[in-house]
Protein backbone atom coordinates (compact mmCIF):
# COMPACT_ATOMS: atom_id res chain seq x y z
CA UNK A 1 0.00 0.00 0.00
CA UNK A 2 1.60 3.41 -0.89
CA UNK A 3 1.70 6.08 1.56
CA UNK A 4 0.76 9.66 1.76
CA UNK A 5 3.69 10.63 3.29
CA UNK A 6 5.86 9.17 0.57
CA UNK A 7 4.79 12.28 -1.82
CA UNK A 8 7.48 14.20 -3.32
CA UNK A 9 7.96 17.69 -2.91
CA UNK A 10 8.04 19.70 -5.71
CA UNK A 11 8.03 23.83 -6.27
CA UNK A 12 5.81 23.03 -9.29
CA UNK A 13 2.36 25.72 -9.52
CA UNK A 14 -0.62 23.18 -9.02
CA UNK A 15 -3.29 23.77 -11.55
CA UNK A 16 -6.44 23.52 -9.07
CA UNK A 17 -8.89 25.21 -12.03
CA UNK A 18 -10.76 22.13 -12.54
CA UNK A 19 -10.21 18.10 -11.83
CA UNK A 20 -9.74 17.79 -15.50
CA UNK A 21 -6.71 20.31 -16.39
CA UNK A 22 -4.60 17.77 -15.37
CA UNK A 23 -2.39 15.43 -16.79
CA UNK A 24 -0.24 12.10 -14.78
CA UNK A 25 3.52 12.95 -14.47
CA UNK A 26 5.35 9.64 -15.88
CA UNK A 27 5.99 8.42 -12.17
CA UNK A 28 1.86 8.42 -12.35
CA UNK A 29 2.09 6.46 -15.04
CA UNK A 30 4.14 4.15 -13.93
CA UNK A 31 2.39 3.59 -10.52
CA UNK A 32 -0.60 3.26 -12.48
CA UNK A 33 0.84 0.17 -14.41
CA UNK A 34 2.59 -1.57 -11.60
CA UNK A 35 -1.18 -1.22 -9.24
CA UNK A 36 -3.55 -4.28 -8.76
CA UNK A 37 -6.78 -4.24 -9.81
CA UNK A 38 -9.92 -5.16 -9.06
CA UNK A 39 -13.99 -4.01 -9.77
CA UNK A 40 -14.40 -1.22 -7.52
CA UNK A 41 -18.47 -1.45 -7.86
CA UNK A 42 -18.12 -5.32 -6.10
CA UNK A 43 -15.63 -3.90 -3.53
CA UNK A 44 -12.87 -5.83 -5.09
CA UNK A 45 -10.43 -3.44 -6.23
CA UNK A 46 -7.60 -2.94 -3.31
CA UNK A 47 -6.02 -0.19 -4.39
CA UNK A 48 -9.52 1.78 -3.86
CA UNK A 49 -10.20 -0.05 -1.06
CA UNK A 50 -6.59 0.87 0.66
CA UNK A 51 -6.46 4.51 -0.55
CA UNK A 52 -9.80 5.11 0.73
CA UNK A 53 -8.82 3.41 4.27
CA UNK A 54 -5.40 5.42 4.79
CA UNK A 55 -7.98 8.85 4.21
CA UNK A 56 -10.27 7.68 6.64
CA UNK A 57 -7.64 7.68 8.71
CA UNK A 58 -6.03 10.85 7.92
CA UNK A 59 -9.15 12.65 8.53
CA UNK A 60 -10.26 10.37 11.56
CA UNK A 61 -13.48 9.29 10.53
CA UNK A 62 -14.67 5.72 9.92
CA UNK A 63 -14.89 5.09 6.30
CA UNK A 64 -14.34 7.98 3.47
CA UNK A 65 -15.42 7.21 -0.94
CA UNK A 66 -13.53 7.60 -3.89
CA UNK A 67 -15.35 9.54 -6.37
CA UNK A 68 -14.22 10.35 -10.35
CA UNK A 69 -14.82 14.10 -10.18
CA UNK A 70 -15.80 16.93 -7.94
CA UNK A 71 -19.31 17.38 -9.50
CA UNK A 72 -19.67 13.55 -8.53
CA UNK A 73 -18.30 14.59 -4.86
CA UNK A 74 -20.80 17.20 -4.36
CA UNK A 75 -23.29 15.00 -5.94
CA UNK A 76 -23.02 12.39 -3.55
CA UNK A 77 -22.55 14.31 -0.19
CA UNK A 78 -26.47 16.72 -0.91
CA UNK A 79 -27.78 13.56 -1.40
CA UNK A 80 -26.43 12.27 1.88
CA UNK A 81 -27.53 15.10 3.41
CA UNK A 82 -30.97 16.72 1.66
CA UNK A 83 -33.92 14.78 0.97
CA UNK A 84 -35.43 14.14 -2.62
CA UNK A 85 -38.04 17.54 -3.23
CA UNK A 86 -36.45 19.68 -0.17
CA UNK A 87 -34.76 22.59 -1.49
CA UNK A 88 -30.70 24.08 -1.03
CA UNK A 89 -29.76 27.65 -0.52
CA UNK A 90 -26.53 28.71 -2.00
CA UNK A 91 -25.30 32.10 -3.14
CA UNK A 92 -26.25 32.97 -6.28
CA UNK A 93 -23.02 32.92 -8.38
CA UNK A 94 -22.09 29.15 -6.58
CA UNK A 95 -20.23 27.20 -8.63
CA UNK A 96 -22.84 24.17 -8.11
CA UNK A 97 -25.58 26.39 -8.96
CA UNK A 98 -23.56 28.19 -12.07
CA UNK A 99 -21.14 25.36 -13.69
CA UNK A 100 -22.37 21.99 -12.39
CA UNK A 101 -24.71 21.42 -14.92
CA UNK A 102 -27.94 21.30 -12.78
CA UNK A 103 -27.25 18.12 -10.59
CA UNK A 104 -29.31 19.33 -7.88
CA UNK A 105 -32.85 19.12 -9.48
CA UNK A 106 -31.72 16.61 -12.25
CA UNK A 107 -30.35 14.13 -10.33
CA UNK A 108 -30.83 14.84 -6.55
CA UNK A 109 -34.47 16.01 -6.90
CA UNK A 110 -33.48 19.39 -4.87
CA UNK A 111 -34.37 22.60 -6.12
CA UNK A 112 -31.81 25.18 -5.98
CA UNK A 113 -32.65 28.44 -4.17
CA UNK A 114 -30.19 31.06 -5.35
CA UNK A 115 -29.24 33.59 -2.63
CA UNK A 116 -27.72 36.90 -3.33
CA UNK A 117 -24.36 37.18 -1.84
CA UNK A 118 -20.93 38.97 -1.96
CA UNK A 119 -17.89 37.63 -2.69
CA UNK A 120 -19.89 33.84 -2.30
CA UNK A 121 -20.64 35.14 1.37
CA UNK A 122 -24.35 35.38 2.06
CA UNK A 123 -25.76 37.32 5.22
CA UNK A 124 -27.51 36.35 8.21
CA UNK A 125 -30.43 38.32 7.00
CA UNK A 126 -30.29 36.69 3.80
CA UNK A 127 -30.17 34.04 4.64
CA UNK A 128 -33.22 33.68 7.24
CA UNK A 129 -35.14 35.31 4.47
CA UNK A 130 -34.34 32.49 2.31
CA UNK A 131 -35.12 29.80 5.02
CA UNK A 132 -38.56 31.44 5.30
CA UNK A 133 -39.75 31.13 1.60
CA UNK A 134 -39.46 27.60 2.46
CA UNK A 135 -41.63 27.71 5.43
CA UNK A 136 -44.75 28.19 3.04
CA UNK A 137 -46.43 25.27 1.43
CA UNK A 138 -46.22 26.14 -1.61
CA UNK A 139 -42.34 25.88 -1.41
CA UNK A 140 -39.79 23.26 -1.15
CA UNK A 141 -38.52 23.51 2.99
CA UNK A 142 -34.90 24.18 3.05
CA UNK A 143 -32.91 21.23 4.09
CA UNK A 144 -28.99 21.74 2.88
CA UNK A 145 -27.09 25.02 3.39
CA UNK A 146 -24.21 24.89 0.61
CA UNK A 147 -21.40 27.56 0.84
CA UNK A 148 -18.05 27.97 -1.45
CA UNK A 149 -15.24 29.89 -0.43
CA UNK A 150 -13.33 30.15 -3.91
CA UNK A 151 -14.95 33.03 -5.43
Same mark, same amino acid.
Given at each position: ??? !? ?13 ? =? #? ?15 ? !?? =? =????? =?? #? ?13 ? +? ?7 ? #?? /? ?10 ? /? ?8 ? &?? &??? +? ?25 ? !? ?15 ? !?????? #? &?
Amino acid at each position: MGS !LDNMKASNKMIDLRS =D #TVTTPTPEMIEAMSRAE !LG =D =DFFRD =DP #TVLDFEAEVADLLGV +ESAMLVISG #TM /GNVVSAMALAPR /GTSIILEAAA &HI &HIK +ESGWPSTIAGLTPRPVQGIGGMISPTA !LADAIAVGQSRLSAPAS !LLCLEN #T &H
